[in-house]
């Protein structure tokens, strides 16, 4: 199975203490080397580098317009902002009943984010790009007939909608990783998210398209952040209805009770019948995890093993791409765990 990175995550270059950030800040680069180390170790999988796919594919999931001001964001912003101080929105967030668009750059940045949780630095817009192209390249690896492949994207994806960023994420990696899947073909593609919080972004940009089922596993939204998405009710609109779904789950979930979950979302992607598999795979729902802001789920690391056998068996061609976990120390054993049923098959 091919390991796609990129290394210029690396010029997106957060750090636990961030100039403007009340709390400690975990979506940092170490990351990625963790997961990449507890890889070789393993033996599992052969690293290569990204491909440029240019910027087509991106435009085909993401608004012109959020793409314009990722781009030209930070040195449009160094106007008011001194040196290398990171862009945050201003204290006002658009609702999407807005009439218009503003002028300034902290103000639009308030207009693209859903939070404050996504520093604009100077590298930010190359990092999110080249994630994009990991998960790009790992969708053309499995389109190619390679059986599986993963994209060690960072900066995530997943909360990032076709219009607006949140959560550390910029650009939707696993939604861009679909739409290559499908480009020529229109073919199905099941998306299954495991990430600890609730893939709005994602199921935002499918909801009303009922080629993609998307299903998401996560923290109850009246407990955990992403809040205002991720009920069981949302069903999707129009032709799209029936083809989201939801599990949220409560604080304190054990790998039996996850297990229960998955099984339900995995015998409705067997139902659809889908030409591609993606994962948006967050290693965020082990216990322990610092993102959670309860005392998060009880699944363990066996339990995500578990979770990979499982997906695997569905025995589809399958993209999975890296989203939320945050315990440095255990990620590369958490990635081997999760990878390994795929490298098997």
């Not at 750059?105 to 100077?122: E, H, V």
């Amino acid at each position: 199975m091919h390991i796609v990175f990129s290394s210029q995550h690396q010029a997106h270059g957060t750090r636990p203490a961030m100039p403007g950030y009340p709390d400690r800040y975990d979506e940092t680069p170490p990351r990625v080397g963790a997961i990449l180390a507890g890889l070789e170790a393993a033996g599992l999988g052969s690293p290569v580098q990204a491909v440029d796919h240019g910027l087509a594919p991106i435009l085909a999931v993401h608004d012109a317009g959020l793409i314009a001001f990722l781009q030209g964001a930070f040195q449009g912003s160094r106007a008011f902002l001194p040196g290398d101080s990171p862009l945050w929105p201003d204290g006002y967030h658009a609702v999407r009943g807005w009439r218009r668009r503003p002028a300034g750059w902290q103000q639009l940045a308030g207009y693209y984010a859903i939070d404050r949780d996504c520093p604009i630095l100077a590298g930010t817009w190359e990092a999110a790009y080249w994630s994009a192209q990991a998960a790009l390249t790992a969708a053309g690896l499995v389109k190619a007939g390679q059986r599986a492949a993963y994209a060690l994207c960072r900066p995530p994806g997943h909360h990032a909608s076709a219009s607006q960023y949140g959560g550390y994420c910029y650009l939707n990696n696993a939604a861009i990783a679909a739409r290559h899947l499908q480009a020529g073909s229109g073919a199905r593609v099941a998306l299954v998210d495991i990430d600890y919080h609730h893939g709005n972004g994602t199921q935002e940009i499918f909801y009303a398209d009922p080629t993609v089922l998307t299903c998401s596993l996560h923290a109850d939204p009246d407990q955990e952040y992403p809040t205002f998405w991720g009920g069981a009710a949302e069903l999707g609109d129009g032709p799209g209805r029936g083809y989201n779904r939801n599990w949220p789950l409560p604080a304190g979930v054990d790998d039996a009770a996850y297990l229960h979950a998955l099984d339900e979302a995995i015998a409705l992607v067997a139902t659809f019948q889908p030409a591609f598999l993606v994962i948006a795979a967050g290693f965020d729902l082990v216990q322990g995890d610092p993102s959670a802001t309860t005392t998060g789920f009880r699944v363990t690391v066996e339990g995500l093993e578990t979770v990979g056998r499982r997906l695997a068996g569905l025995d589809l061609p399958t993209v999975i791409v890296q989203e939320g976990g945050y315990q440095i120390d255990q990620l590369g054993e958490m990635a081997v765990r999760f990878l390994r049923p795929f490298d098997a098959g």
